[in-house]
């Protein structure tokens, strides 16, 4: 049967001196491995692909198991995202984190929705660590982690006035009416604009997030507490966060 879905290649391996086996993450959120036979040729109808990261048409044949792919259309090719190296780096850490949780047998719309709309954020000239953050806030409940990061844990306040620490005793944040000597232990002061974007962001839907117009120090501080939190409840690392200037 012939398929021809929008996708972003999302992992290739070499397979043979002239071929390649990629994945793809379609826009249905499933992922599916294709045969690209004369990936590596010079004059490969495959070419595109070598230029970094694309949204594009993908013509494939496939019964069961692996596809054969047969045409490639670049729809976006993400030109100033594929030529910057900070943003290429960006969306490197992008692909890794939505990669990692990627499951063959179980489509996940979201997480191609959450892929293109950090490239295009990317893309658009939003800030990097801004974009970098709100994959990371979604991407939370998809590796199995909570961020309670809605209203004070002990008395339940929203008032984001008061909302300025984050408790790994309480697994929450503490309002200032609730830090008392004993509840602060554990626990981090994080300013309350950053505590309120990141609450935004949780609740931005993934598509409906048209820019994000922050400042790169606000941007970067924001990133810190929310990979601070990833990594505490996921206990994963990316690879490309080493290349990242933070
Ligand atoms: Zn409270």
Do not use: W
């Not at 048209?210 to 924001?222: F, G, H, L, R, W």
């Amino acid at each position: 049967m012939i398929y021809q879905d929008k996708a972003i290649m999302i992992r290739q391996t070499n397979y043979s001196e002239s071929s390649r086996i990629i994945t793809i993450l379609t826009e249905n959120g499933a992922s599916v491995p294709l045969m690209a036979r004369g990936f590596n040729k010079p004059n490969s109808p495959f070419a595109s692909l070598r230029q970094g990261f694309q949204n594009s048409l993908f013509t494939y044949s496939r019964h069961r198991g692996m596809g054969t792919l047969t045409e490639v259309d670049v729809i976006h090719p993400y030109r100033h995202m594929n030529t910057d190296f900070d943003l290429y780096t960006g969306a490197s850490y992008v692909l890794e984190a939505i990669s990692r949780v990627v499951e063959e047998e179980f489509p996940d719309k979201t997480l191609y929705d959450l892929c293109k709309v950090a490239f295009d954020r990317l893309e658009d000239g939003s800030e990097m660590y801004a974009v970098l953050s709100f994959v990371l806030i979604k991407l939370f409940p998809k590796y199995g982690a909570a961020l309670n990061f809605d209203r004070c844990i002990q008395c339940g306040t929203y008032d984001f006035q008061k909302l300025n620490r984050y408790s790994f005793k309480f697994h929450g944040l503490l309002c200032t009416d609730c830090q008392t000597e004993d509840n602060i232990n554990r626990s981090v002061l994080i300013e309350n604009r950053i505590v309120y974007l990141i609450a935004f962001l949780k609740h931005v839907r993934i598509n409906d997030l048209n820019s994000i117009d922050i400042n790169t120090e606000t941007a970067k501080k924001m990133f810190k507490v929310v990979e601070m939190l990833f990594q505490e409840y996921t206990g994963e690392y990316f690879k490309a966060r080493k290349m990242l200037d933070i």
